[in-house]
Each structure stands twice: as structure tokens, then as C-alpha cells.
């Protein structure tokens, strides 16, 4: 029993923990659809103005773009290594994490003054895909090493 919340601490609950940041992150208004949102935008201007803080740049640029697609990516691929670490599964690492990527981009869609975009949920299946992979060839380098608990578990119920 010991053991069962040791492997739920160390490799499931840090699954949940992420999910959680994750949700937390996208539940709150994007830089970009506020600035986009006529209505939203006027208000930032008016609290930036009251709170004496710098004005809003409504122009985005490519890096605006390219520093939001890596963020998808990097925080994809923290959940999909989160996941390997668990499962030992590359198939189901990608999937599992693709799959909450898909969530989250239909989560926002309910998020005031925040969209859901087909883009998004690319870079987190790349990210989900980058993640896994670096992880599963430098633990088959000897580079790091994963214990891979849902594999031993399952080892242990067949006998």
C-alpha cells in the first residue's frame, strides 16, 4: 500500500499537477484576444493609464507568434514526458497528451474573450511528439533512466 502512494506521488499526481497549471494558464484572457477584443482592449487602456503601467501594443509580430507556438510546444512536452515517465509508452504518452491539448483548446472556447485555434492544438501534438521522443532516446542512451511504474504494475497483475 506504501508503495502504491509513493508511485501516485512521484508519477501520477505530477501528471494531474500540470494538467492543472495547464487549465489554470488558458482559463485567463491571451495578451492577443484582448488586444483583439475592441471592448477588452479599452479597459486594459484605462487600467494601464490608472495604474500607471506601460501602454498596450496592440501589434503583434512573428516573434509574438513564434514565442507563443514554442510555449505550446515546451509545456506540451513537459505533459507528454510527465505522462512517459508513468507509462514507459510512446503511443500513449503522444496520445494522452495530444488529446488533453484538444481539451484544453475546446476549454477555451467557453473562456471569455479567448478562442480555440486549429494552430494551438498543432503545437501541442508536435510538442506532445518532441517531448517523448527526446525523452525516450536519451533514457535508451543511458542518459537518463525511467523505473516506468505502470509497466511493472501491469508485469506484476499477470502473476
Known amino acids: 500500500m506504501k508503495h502504491d502512494k509513493r508511485i501516485f506521488v512521484l508519477y501520477i499526481l505530477p501528471i494531474f499537477i500540470w494538467m492543472g497549471v495547464i487549465f489554470y494558464l488558458s ?52 505533459l507528454s514526458i510527465l505522462i512517459y515517465r508513468y507509462y514507459g509508452l510512446i503511443f500513449v504518452s503522444i496520445l494522452y497528451a495530444s488529446l488533453y491539448g484538444l481539451f484544453d483548446e475546446f476549454h477555451q472556447m467557453f473562456v471569455p474573450l479567448r478562442s480555440a485555434s486549429l ?41
Do not use: W
Not at 494552430?119 to 506532445?128: K, T
Not at 527526446?134 to 543511458?142: E, H, M, R, T
Open 27 to 78: 482559463s485567463g484572457v491571451s495578451l492577443k484576444d484582448a488586444i483583439l477584443h475592441p471592448a477588452y482592449y479599452k479597459e486594459a487602456i484605462r487600467l494601464a493609464k490608472e495604474h500607471k503601467m506601460p501602454p498596450v501594443n496592440p501589434e503583434f509580430t512573428v516573434f509574438d507568434d513564434l514565442l507563443n507556438n514554442f510555449a505550446h510546444i515546451c509545456v506540451f512536452s513537459i
Open 119 to 159: 494552430e494551438d492544438i498543432i503545437f501541442d501534438i508536435i510538442g506532445a511528439f518532441l517531448g517523448v521522443l527526446i525523452v525516450y532516446y536519451l533514457n535508451k542512451k543511458g542518459k537518463i533512466h525511467f523505473v516506468f511504474p505502470y509497466q511493472k504494475l501491469k508485469k506484476l497483475k499477470r502473476l
